[in-house]
Each structure stands twice: as C-alpha cells, then as structure tokens.
C-alpha cells in the first residue's frame, strides 16, 4: 500500500482545531501580537477552558486565580500559553485508536516535545525557536498514530517486536514501503502545517540525511533516544553519554546547562494528567 493510499483508506482523518493550526503558523512569527494569540485562543470555548484548567492547574498553578485567557498570558507568560493550547488540541485530536495505548503514547510524546525543547534551547544555533521544537517532539510518532488506524493488526505485531528491541522504522518500510515519520509529515502537510515542522518529522530518524540541515530534526532524534534509552532502565547520566557526537555536534550544543536541564526534566512528574480528560 503506497502512502497515498493509506490517506484514502483512512476515511476520516484526525482533525485539528483551527485554532491549534492557526497558533502552529504562528510559531515563526515573531512579529505576532499577544492580543492577536488572545483573540486567536477564545475563538475555540472548548480549548479556552482547558487552558484555564491548566493554568490552575498545581503543576502550574502561580498563586492566583486564573480566569481569563489575557490572565494566563499575563501569568504563565506568551510561549508557555501558546505550548498549552497546542498541546491541548493534540491530545484531544487523538481519542481511541485500536491497539495504541493512549496515556502511553501521550507520555512518550509529551516526554520528547518537552525534550527537544530543552536541546533547543542549549544550542548555540541562531533563530531557532523553542516552542517548535516543542511542537515537532510532540507530533514526533503521530503518524503512528495513523497507521494504527489503517493497519492495526500489523501494527501490533510490530509493536510486540519494537517492545523486544526490533528496529520499527525497518519493520514499517518492510511491511508498507514507509514509515511513521513519512506518515506523520504527509499528515502535517494535509493540516497545512509549516514546512519546518513537516520537514524535521520526516527526517527525525535521520537528521544527517536533510539537506538543509534541520536542527528540529536532530533534536528530536535526540530527545527520542534519550527517552527510550532511560525509560528502559539506563541512568540519565549514562544516557546522556550516549547521545550521538555526529548528531549534537551541528546543534553546537552547551553541554553543561543541557545535561543539568535534562536531569532535572527526567526527575520531575509528567503533566500528561493536565491534558487528559
């Protein structure tokens, strides 16, 4: 089944708020008004109340009530805001998919966005943008998402073997002729998505293959062996030694403050519950 047929196979697609995609083009514009994210925001009452939530929320609670979309962007501050809705609608995009562990998946997404984050904002690369990389790691294995959708009983069996150590992206071209990453940057695409995000999910398990380089991309990659390779048992420091010198390199990383970020990432709670009805 070619990539294309996946999409027509799928009947109905997964959908995003506009706007989430709205907020999304925003993320290169620095030039875009707090007022304009504010009125952006409360066009949606649905995501409008699930920031507040969070905003209120213990793990960012800041000591005052927050009940109005221009208080949370006062208080918690313009990316922070922005971060939240988006990730909001992401989580409540995807609701039951067959065989796809929902508060798993979302943790590993939310573990990864906040990672390639946190490696971002350690490079010494200019104009690079946070919060995108922020939104690249958590789109990072949407696109399986997808193919749960069109292929769950192979996708299972991938699962079970990716579980036991079995390389997916390998398993995914073998049986379909691509792989989540493709999957996940032609949906990108389909959501009119900007082309920096699209591009890095196609290259997030390749980053040395993109012409141009894509930092995002290699964030990603990062970020995603960092989380598997401490979630299956390794010490965060001996994980973080691992990260591969070809891949951090062009990133032009501050390897101090990174790894001192990274630890106190790694030991704090989750915020999956602020997301997940």
Same mark, same amino acid.
């Given at each position: 089944?070619?990539?294309?047929?996946?999409?027509?196979?799928?009947?109905?697609?997964?959908?995003?708020?506009?706007?989430?995609?709205?907020? !999304?083009?925003?993320? +290169?514009?620095?030039?875009?008004?707090?007022?304009?994210?504010?009125?952006?925001?409360?066009? +949606?009452?649905? &995501?409008?109340?699930?920031?507040?939530?969070?905003?209120?929320?213990?793990?960012?609670?800041?000591?005052?009530?927050?009940?109005?979309? +221009?208080? %949370?962007? &006062?208080?918690?501050?313009?990316?922070?805001?922005?971060?939240?809705?988006?990730?909001?609608?992401?989580?409540?995009?995807?609701?039951?998919?067959?065989?796809?562990?929902?508060?798993?998946?979302?943790?590993?997404?939310?573990?990864?966005?906040?990672?390639?984050?946190?490696?971002?904002?350690?490079?010494?690369?200019?104009?690079?943008?946070?919060?995108? %990389?922020?939104?690249?790691?958590?789109?990072?294995?949407?696109?399986?998402?997808?193919?749960?959708?069109?292929?769950?009983?192979?996708?299972?069996?991938?699962?079970?073997?990716?579980?036991?150590?079995?390389?997916?992206?390998?398993?995914?071209?073998?049986?379909?002729?691509?792989?989540?990453?493709?999957?996940? %940057?032609?949906?990108?695409?389909?959501?009119?998505?900007?082309?920096?995000?699209?591009?890095? &999910?196609?290259?997030?398990?390749?980053?040395?293959?993109?012409?141009?380089?894509?930092?995002?991309?290699?964030?990603?990659?990062?970020?995603?062996?960092?989380?598997?390779?401490?979630?299956?048992?390794?010490?965060?420091?001996?994980?973080?030694?691992?990260?591969?010198?070809? !891949?951090?390199?062009?990133?032009?990383?501050?390897?101090?403050?990174?790894?001192?970020?990274? &630890?106190?990432?790694?030991?704090?709670?989750?915020?999956?519950?602020?997301?997940?009805?």
């Amino acid at each position: 089944m070619s990539l294309n047929s996946l999409f027509e196979h799928i009947h109905q697609l997964p959908s995003v708020p506009a706007v989430v995609t709205e907020l !999304i083009a925003s993320l +290169d514009n620095d030039r875009i008004s707090v007022h304009r994210v504010s009125t952006t925001i409360r066009k +949606d009452p649905s &995501l409008s109340l699930k920031l507040l939530r969070s905003a209120n929320s213990v793990r960012y609670g800041v000591g005052r009530n927050v009940a109005t979309i +221009d208080d %949370a962007l &006062l208080l918690l501050g313009f990316d922070r805001v922005r971060t939240l809705v988006i990730a909001s609608g992401m989580v409540g995009m995807l609701k039951e998919v067959p065989g796809l562990d929902r508060q798993a998946f979302w943790r590993e997404s939310f573990m990864v966005a906040n990672l390639s984050r946190t490696i971002v904002r350690h490079s010494q690369l200019a104009d690079l943008a946070p919060e995108t %990389a922020f939104t690249c790691g958590i789109l990072h294995h949407v696109g399986s998402a997808l193919m749960h959708i069109g292929h769950p009983d192979t996708m299972q069996r991938i699962d079970v073997l990716v579980a036991q150590g079995a390389p997916r992206a390998e398993l995914e071209a073998n049986q379909f002729g691509y792989t989540f990453s493709e999957v996940g %940057a032609e949906l990108g695409r389909r959501w009119r998505f900007p082309e920096t995000i699209c591009h890095a &999910l196609t290259y997030q398990g390749k980053p040395l293959a993109s012409v141009p380089f894509s930092p995002y991309a290699a964030a990603v990659h990062l970020a995603i062996g960092l989380y598997h390779n401490i979630a299956s048992g390794r010490r965060e420091e001996h994980a973080l030694g691992e990260m591969p010198r070809e !891949i951090r390199r062009p990133l032009a990383l501050d390897l101090l403050s990174l790894y001192e970020d990274i &630890l106190q990432i790694m030991r704090t709670d989750d915020e999956l519950g602020v997301f997940l009805d």
